[in-house]
Structures are given as structure tokens and as C-alpha cells.
């Protein structure tokens, strides 16, 4: 008869592939490149508030980077982070300013919200089977449409709600440190960065993260329930969108329901290019932290460069398709 047991598998059952370094090494190298390149072709680039342009920027993509990073890591996908995050921003707006709610209150319910969406797919993967790429697709687009119906496709304006703006643009370290005005989003993106590094790094659930990725049927043969632990994981990853939904809304002082679309490829591509393989079982939030910071600072200085929307665009593109190939690369060799 089949265990059930819940019990954390031993330590040399589902070994964790946090592999990787040397792929981290090459993107952080890329990071220094960039940063090089683009201030040696524009002296604007290196200025304080662009600077403080991209760490906010960054801090955004961070986060939803980071929540794709777990699902990668189980070996799913999840596309739908982008139209989640507009979502959460949407339901903190209802929350906040046309019920009048306390901010705490708009907070919990933005990063409930995505929790909840989170386990939604998580459901629709583990329990009803549909592939991950499906199933986040659906819900990237029940989202859309949801954000649209709720804010009646007005954007919700946060005028009414004090201190919502400095969520994400304000700077508790500058107040300390005046020489350095870096944005709280930053210093949020940091502490989610390091909580879920933790989780993946000292908990059953990390351990239950790569293992799923590593051989889900290993896991469900020995008698662990895969199905809860990988809606744990989905639910843990709509959380986090939540949070940049905050940050996202904090930056803008409103929910913007038609914003969202191409936000989860560019977090997408940051985890890959930080080296989480596609295939499962390997990555780390650092090399994803890092590629979320070349997306940044490499869509920053093409504008700085006054390079055209479409040709950012395309450039965009590139780089997931060059990702995804070195990601295959990684593959054959380690086979």
C-alpha cells in the first residue's frame, strides 16, 4: 500500500541541482559589459537618476522574476505573472481607493489575491493535469479580462491613499544614508530575494521545489503528495506577483488594467539568462536577480540611446530566443 508520508526526503534522495556558476559568472560579466558599453556611448547614462531608473525598474521585473524562478524550477511554467501583477495592482486599488480601506489592508489584499490566482494554477497543473504552458496562458487571459471588468478599463488612482507612493518610491536607506537615495522597491526586491533563497535553501518546500524538477515521478513514487506541494509552490510564486503588483502601482500612483502584457517574457528571460534551466531542477534567485538586472539596465540604455520602441522590442526578443538556445546548450552537454 502506497505511503502518503510528508516527511522532508532524505538529503541524498532528491539531490538539488543548484548548479550553474559558471553561467551566473557569464551573466554577471554581461551586466558589467553593459553597464561599460552604455556609458562610454552616452554620458547620460551613468547619471544619478537613471541610475535610480533602472534599480526601480529592475526592482519590478525582480520580483516577478523571482516568483518565475520557483515555478521553473518544478519544471512548469507560468505566463500569466504579467496580467497576475495588473490583477493584484487592480484589487488593491478596489480595496484602497473606492472602499476607502487602510493601506495594510490594500497591501494583504494585492498579495492574497495573487496568492490565490497562484493556486488557481497551481490547481489546473497538479489536480486537473492541463500543461503548465496552458493553463497559464488561460489565466493570463481570464486576468486581463478581469482587471478590465473590475476597474470598469479605468486606471485607479492612489491621490486619496498617503504614503501608497512611497512603497515602491521612497527611500528609507536615503533617509538614513542621504549619499545613497536607493527606492524602497529596491530594498524590497532584496528582502523577497533573500526570503525565497531561503526557502529554497533551508526548507522542505525548497527541497520538494527541485525535486519536483529533478524527477516528479521519483517524488510522487515515493509516497509524497506532488500534487499539494506544487500548489504550494504556485501559490508561494502568485504571492510574490502580488508584491510587484504593489511595487508596480507605488511607482505609477495607479492601476493601469490594460498594463501587464510582456512583463512575464522579459521575467522569463531574466531567470534564464541568470541560469535556471527550463527543463527543472536547477536555479538560483541570485542569477536571477542578476538577469533581471541586464534586462533593466540593457532596456534602459537602448532608450538612453534613443533607440525606437519596435527595435527594443526586437532586442527583447533576441534575447529570449539566445537564452532559451544556451539553456539547450547547457542540456546536451550536462547529458
Known amino acids: 500500500?502506497?505511503?502518503?508520508?510528508?516527511?522532508?526526503?532524505?538529503?541524498?534522495?532528491?539531490?538539488?541541482?543548484?548548479?550553474?556558476?559558471?553561467?551566473?559568472?557569464?551573466?554577471?560579466?554581461?551586466?558589467?559589459?553593459?553597464?561599460?558599453?552604455?556609458?562610454?556611448?552616452?554620458?547620460?547614462?551613468?547619471?544619478?537618476?537613471?541610475?535610480?531608473?533602472?534599480?526601480?525598474?529592475?526592482?519590478?521585473?525582480?520580483?516577478?522574476?523571482?516568483?518565475?524562478?520557483?515555478?521553473?524550477?518544478?519544471?512548469?511554467?507560468?505566463?500569466?505573472?504579467?496580467?497576475?501583477?495588473t490583477f493584484c495592482a487592480v484589487i488593491s486599488g478596489v480595496v484602497l481607493t473606492y472602499a476607502g480601506m487602510p493601506l495594510p489592508l490594500g497591501i494583504v489584499a494585492a498579495i492574497g489575491a495573487g496568492a490565490l490566482c497562484g493556486l488557481c494554477s497551481g490547481t489546473f497543473v497538479a489536480k486537473m493535469k492541463?500543461?503548465?504552458?496552458?493553463?497559464?496562458?488561460?489565466?493570463?487571459?481570464?486576468?486581463?479580462?478581469?482587471?478590465?471588468?473590475?476597474?470598469?478599463?479605468?486606471?485607479?488612482?492612489f491621490n486619496d491613499t498617503p504614503g501608497y507612493t512611497l512603497i515602491s518610491r521612497g527611500s528609507l536607506i536615503g533617509e538614513i544614508f542621504p549619499f545613497a537615495p536607493i527606492p524602497n522597491g529596491v530594498l524590497i526586491l532584496f528582502v523577497v530575494?533573500?526570503?525565497?533563497?531561503?526557502?529554497?535553501?533551508?526548507?522542505?518546500?525548497?527541497?520538494?521545489?527541485?525535486?519536483?524538477?529533478?524527477?516528479?515521478?521519483?517524488?510522487?513514487?515515493?509516497?509524497?503528495?506532488?500534487?499539494?506541494?506544487?500548489?504550494?509552490?504556485?501559490?508561494?510564486?502568485?504571492?510574490?506577483?502580488?508584491?510587484?503588483?504593489?511595487?508596480?502601482?507605488?511607482?505609477?500612483?495607479?492601476?493601469?488594467?490594460?498594463?501587464?502584457?510582456?512583463?512575464?517574457?522579459?521575467?522569463?528571460a531574466a531567470v534564464v539568462i541568470g541560469g535556471t534551466s527550463l527543463s527543472g531542477g536547477r536555479g538560483t534567485i541570485l542569477g536571477s536577480l542578476i538577469g533581471a538586472l541586464i534586462m533593466a539596465v540593457l532596456i534602459n540604455g537602448l532608450r538612453v540611446m534613443s533607440v525606437a520602441q519596435e527595435w527594443q522590442t526586437v532586442v527583447t526578443g533576441a534575447i529570449i530566443i539566445l537564452a532559451v538556445y544556451f539553456d539547450m546548450l547547457r542540456k546536451r552537454k550536462a547529458a
Open 130 to 157: 492541463i500543461p503548465p504552458f496552458i493553463a497559464t496562458l488561460g489565466m493570463m487571459l481570464i486576468l486581463k479580462g478581469l482587471s478590465l471588468v473590475i476597474s470598469g478599463t479605468r486606471p485607479i488612482y
Open 193 to 268: 530575494a533573500a526570503f525565497v533563497s531561503y526557502i529554497l535553501n533551508r526548507t522542505v518546500l525548497g527541497r520538494y521545489t527541485f525535486a519536483l524538477g529533478s524527477n516528479e515521478e521519483a517524488v510522487r513514487l515515493s509516497g509524497v503528495n506532488t500534487d499539494r506541494w506544487k500548489m504550494a509552490i504556485y501559490a508561494l510564486a502568485g504571492g510574490i506577483v502580488g508584491i510587484a503588483g504593489l511595487l508596480i502601482s507605488s511607482r505609477l500612483n495607479s492601476a493601469q488594467p490594460a498594463l501587464g502584457l510582456g512583463y512575464e517574457l522579459e521575467a522569463i
Open 1 to 85: 500500500m502506497t505511503s502518503t508520508s510528508t516527511e522532508a526526503p532524505p538529503q541524498g534522495m532528491f539531490r538539488r541541482l543548484a548548479g550553474g556558476a559558471p553561467q551566473r559568472l557569464l551573466a554577471f560579466a554581461s551586466l558589467i559589459v553593459l553597464l561599460i558599453g552604455f556609458s562610454l556611448a552616452s554620458p547620460n547614462f551613468m547619471q544619478m537618476t537613471n541610475m535610480i531608473a533602472i534599480l526601480q525598474a529592475a526592482s519590478v521585473n525582480g520580483v516577478l522574476a523571482v516568483a518565475v524562478t520557483l515555478v521553473i524550477i518544478t519544471g512548469g511554467i507560468d505566463l500569466s505573472v504579467g496580467t497576475m501583477m
